[in-house]
Antibody
Framework: QVQLVESGGGVVQAGRSLRLSCEASGFSFTTYGMHWVRQAPGKGLEWVAGLWFDGSNKIYADSVKGRFAISRDNSEDTLYLQMTRLRAEDTALYYC??????????????WGQGTLVTVSS | DIVMTQSPLSLPVTPGEPASISCRSSQSLLQSNGYNYLDWYLQKPGQSPQLLIYLGSSRASGVPAKFSGSGSGTDFTLKISRVEAEDVGIYFCMQALQTPFAFGPGTKVDIK
C-alpha cells in the first residue's frame, strides 16, 4: 500500500535551518509529482512547494520562495524540504503529498501523517 | 495570484439530509483542454486531508458516490447526497491551475 512518512521536524530557533524528509513506499516514486503542504495550529491548509517526477519544474509559495528548497532523490524514494531562515510563522504541521500526475494538477491523492515544525523566536 | 473563497464556513447538517458547499475562484480554473483544475479535500478530525474530487468533477479512488463535484470557470459546488456522521470534518477546495496553488479557507461540517 502507498505510504508517505515524514520526518525531520522539531523545535528550532528563528533564523536557523531544518531539513524535512518524506520517505515513500508502495508505489513507483519516480513517476509522480510531489508536494509539501503545511497547516499552522488550528488553521487551514497552505500549499508550500512542488516538483515534477524527475525533480524538475520546482514551484513555491510566495511565503517561502528564496528560503525553502524542495528536492527529491529518486534512487532513495525520498522527498526533501530544506528550510532556511525560519520564521515564527513557519510553525506548522508539514505534510508531503503525492500528485496524481507526473507533473501537477491531478490532485493530491496520498498524504503523509505530517511532521511538526515549531520555530521559537 | 488566484484567491479561493468558500461558503458557508460552517455547516451544521442533519444525518440523512443533503449538503452543499460552494467554492469560488478569483480567476477561471478552466484550461484550454476542457478541464477545471479544482480539487476537493476532506480533513476529518485528527487526520490528514484526503482527496475527494479532482479536476472539478471526478471522484477519487474509493470515494463513495454520495460525493459529487460540479461547476466550471470560477464557481464550483461539492454536494453530499445524504450526510452521515462519518462525513464530519473540514472541506477544502484547492485550485491547481497556476502557481502558487491555493486552498480555500475551509468549510467545517458537523452534525446538528
Amino acid at each position: 500500500q502507498v505510504q508517505l512518512v515524514e520526518s525531520g521536524g522539531g523545535v528550532v530557533q528563528a533564523g536557523r535551518s531544518l531539513r524535512l524528509s518524506c520517505e515513500a513506499s508502495g508505489f513507483s516514486f519516480t513517476t509522480y509529482g510531489m508536494h509539501w503542504v503545511r497547516q499552522a495550529p488550528g488553521k487551514g491548509l497552505e500549499w508550500v512547494a512542488g516538483l515534477w517526477f524527475d525533480g524538475s519544474n520546482k514551484i513555491y509559495a510566495d511565503s517561502v520562495k528564496g528560503r525553502f528548497a524542495i528536492s527529491r532523490d529518486n534512487s532513495e524514494d525520498t522527498l526533501y524540504l530544506q528550510m532556511t531562515r525560519l520564521r515564527a510563522e513557519d510553525t506548522a504541521l508539514y505534510y508531503c503529498a503525492r500528485d496524481r500526475f507526473e507533473s501537477y494538477g491531478g490532485g493530491f491523492d496520498y498524504w503523509g501523517q505530517g511532521t511538526l515544525v515549531t520555530v521559537s523566536s | 495570484d488566484i484567491v479561493m473563497t468558500q461558503s458557508p464556513l460552517s455547516l451544521p447538517v442533519t444525518p440523512g439530509e443533503p449538503a452543499s458547499i460552494s467554492c469560488r475562484s478569483s480567476q477561471s480554473l478552466l484550461q484550454s483542454n476542457g478541464y477545471n483544475y479544482l480539487d476537493w479535500y476532506l480533513q476529518k478530525p485528527g487526520q490528514s486531508p484526503q482527496l475527494l474530487i479532482y479536476l472539478g468533477s471526478s471522484r477519487a479512488s474509493g470515494v463513495p458516490a454520495k460525493f459529487s463535484g460540479s461547476g466550471s470557470g470560477t464557481d464550483f459546488t461539492l454536494k453530499i447526497s445524504r450526510v452521515e456522521a462519518e462525513d464530519v470534518g473540514i472541506y477544502f477546495c484547492m485550485q491547481a491551475l497556476q502557481t502558487p496553488f491555493a486552498f480555500g479557507p475551509g468549510t467545517k461540517v458537523d452534525i446538528k
